[in-house]
């Protein structure tokens, strides 16, 4: 007869980072938006399914340890400010954020992209000597630092076919 397995306490961790991987995930922005640099991009193909491979973008980031895999709504963000073509997405400001939407009828966390808006200028309205709301009174949510990286105790696990379905929001 077998002995039950026993659990040994350990020192608090995070559990997520056991599930570390090569793309970003919603979790590891850990609730803060912040700034990157597009330093890369490249295509990769996310096995399917049914076995076939669907092409996606992944994206580097400047001093990310990992890759934002594109979905089509960040694609379209970025396109839509940057083009349709790679190359002039290189060097171009983002900022990445953790966000929710709805997938199979509940809301999951995401991860999503946006161009940063321009600053406005000093004074905006003729004749007025200085802009209405002081930057200073507007909170900064933005970071400049890279997400930290997940210290994981051992390598991630393999991502099983059914996990890389194009219908899950990365």
Request: proline fraction near 13%.
């Amino acid at each position: 007869m077998n002995a039950p397995m026993l659990l040994t306490p350990q020192a608090d961790f995070d559990i997520g980072a056991l599930y570390a991987g090569h793309y970003l995930k919603a979790d590891d922005l850990g609730g803060k938006t912040y700034a990157a640099t597009i330093v890369a991009v490249e295509r990769v193909d996310i096995p399917e399914q049914d076995g076939s491979v669907r092409p996606k973008a992944a994206v580097a980031l400047h001093g990310w340890p990992a890759k934002l895999l594109l979905n089509k709504t960040n694609f379209e963000a970025i396109a839509t400010a940057y083009g349709r073509q790679s190359a002039g997405w290189l060097g171009k400001p983002l900022e990445v954020y953790p966000d929710t939407t709805l997938f199979g009828g509940r809301s999951v966390p995401c991860v999503r992209v946006r161009v940063p808006r321009p600053a406005a200028p000093a004074a905006a309205i003729p004749g007025m000597t200085s802009p209405a709301a002081p930057a200073a009174a507007i909170p900064d949510t933005t970071s400049l630092a890279a997400p930290p990286a997940p210290a994981a105790s051992q390598p991630p696990p393999q991502m099983t076919v059914g996990e890389l379905s194009d219908d899950i929001p990365y």
